[in-house]
């Protein structure tokens, strides 16, 4: 939601706060189960001043929603754009997503239990900006495919399956744990490739590769 005309920066921190601490609090007790009168005691303000900074509450769960999928799809969309083989950009995309999830725990917990309470455009938004991450990671997969990297698998499942790996990581990931997003990225794709590849695919060079890759780039 853009600062209304006439705002300051101090407007913009605070609703920043409010959504923060928002995010935290449905995640612990859920969006549905937290009223507008107890955020307001959390961020510390009366009723008419929180909806100033937030408009509704539903405006809260897009904002929390916006905070995942918007930098997410960002570095998806440049990703699957490298000309670079499908499954090094696979392996990049697993990184990025796992990143994405260990940075912001509670917001994951909401986008992922909470989306359901959107209504109208604002729900419609969300399914399409999930469809195009899903459909990025698929065509990665086909794209694998066609190359022979990968032997001929149902892309659907395939796609569900790299999905489900990577999204159930906020159910037990801790912030501050020993496994970061390089870490468990690794160990993730080691599993998928070596049970997605074709007969004689290297998978063993594939963080050979990877890092040959990040060599280049930073030159």
């Known amino acids: 939601m853009p ?9 913009e921190v605070k609703r920043q706060e409010i ?15 937290t009223g507008i009168a107890e955020l307001g005691e959390v961020v510390g303000l009366a009723k008419g001043a929180l909806y100033y900074y937030i408009g ?22 440049r990703i699957a754009a490298l000309d670079e083989d499908p ?21 994951i917990w909401v986008y992922e239990h909470d989306y359901r309470h959107l209504r109208g455009a604002n729900r419609s938004r969300l399914l399409r900006q999930r469809r195009e991450f899903e ?3 698929l065509d990665l997969l086909v794209a694998a495919m066609e190359t022979g990297a990968l032997r001929q698998l149902d892309p659907r499942l395939a796609m569900l399956q790299f999905l489900n790996l990577h ?9 501050g744990g020993g496994w970061d997003a390089a870490f468990l990225s690794r160990e993730y794709c080691a599993t998928l490739i070596a049970g997605f590849c074709a007969d004689g695919y290297d998978v063993a060079g ?3 590769r990877l890092a040959d890759f990040r060599s280049h780039a930073c030159h």
């Open 3 to 11: 600062r209304p005309p006439g705002h300051g920066p101090g407007y």
């Open 19 to 33: 959504i923060d601490k928002a995010a935290a609090l449905f995640a612990k007790q859920g969006y549905a189960a």
């Open 56 to 77: 509704s509450k539903e405006n809260l769960l897009v904002e929390i929603q916006d905070r995942v999928l918007g930098p997410l799809l960002t570095s998806a969309r």
């Open 87 to 107: 499954v090094l950009r696979l392996r990049l995309l697993s990184e990025t997503l796992l990143g994405n999830i260990l940075e912001r725990l509670d917001h």
């Open 135 to 137: 459909k990025i990671v």
């Open 167 to 175: 999204n159930h990581t906020y159910q037990w990931a801790r912030p």
């Open 206 to 208: 594939l963080e050979k």
